[in-house]
């Protein structure tokens, strides 16, 4: 199996069996994503505790892309702090818009899987789409609990 199969097969099984695809039911946070070019839309619901992301969710609807990098992206991000989450979102922006190296994303391998996307650069916005609701959301928490 070459790497390019590998990768699909990562992204079509996050796709088709997204982890923590839903809603919170009362969310400290939650943003909207979409992206006007494809349709993409992305929903993203965040419980926050002590500056630790302790519970995510996501919902929406698009290619399986997007669909796949915000299955990812969840699990990455899930029990990071806020800190951490802002750093692996920005270092994933840079393997996929700066030719910033897959390793800089340690060793999450799932990860990994989206930069074959870069092979097909219109399709790029689609894997940042929750990345981006992501940093949102986590700016709007911090604007609402500054003192």
Same mark, same amino acid.
């Given at each position: 199996?070459?790497?390019?199969? !590998?990768?699909? /097969?990562?992204?079509? =099984? ?12 009362? %969310? ?11 349709? =993409? ?24 892309? *997007?669909?796949?990098?915000? *299955? ?30 897959? /390793? ?9 899987? !989206? ?14 789409? %929750?990345?981006?609701?992501?940093? /949102? ?9 500054? %003192?």
């Amino acid at each position: 199996m070459s790497l390019d199969d !590998l990768y699909k /097969e990562v992204i079509l =099984d996050h796709y088709q069996t997204p982890r923590n695809k839903g809603k919170l039911d009362d %969310p400290d946070v939650a943003t909207r994503g979409h992206n006007p070019l494809c349709g =993409d839309e992305i929903e993203l619901s965040l419980n926050i505790s002590d500056d630790k992301i302790t519970d995510i969710a996501f919902g929406g609807r698009g290619c399986s892309i *997007s669909q796949a990098s915000a *299955s990812m992206m969840t699990q990455s991000v899930k029990g990071d702090s806020l800190e951490e989450a802002d750093h692996l979102g920005d270092t994933f922006k840079a393997v996929m818009t700066a030719n910033a190296p897959a /390793e800089s994303l340690g060793d999450d391998e799932e990860l990994e899987a !989206l930069q074959g996307v870069k092979k097909y650069p219109v399709r790029v916005k689609c894997a940042l789409l %929750p990345w981006t609701a992501l940093h /949102e959301a986590l700016d709007l928490y911090r604007r609402r609990t500054k %003192p």
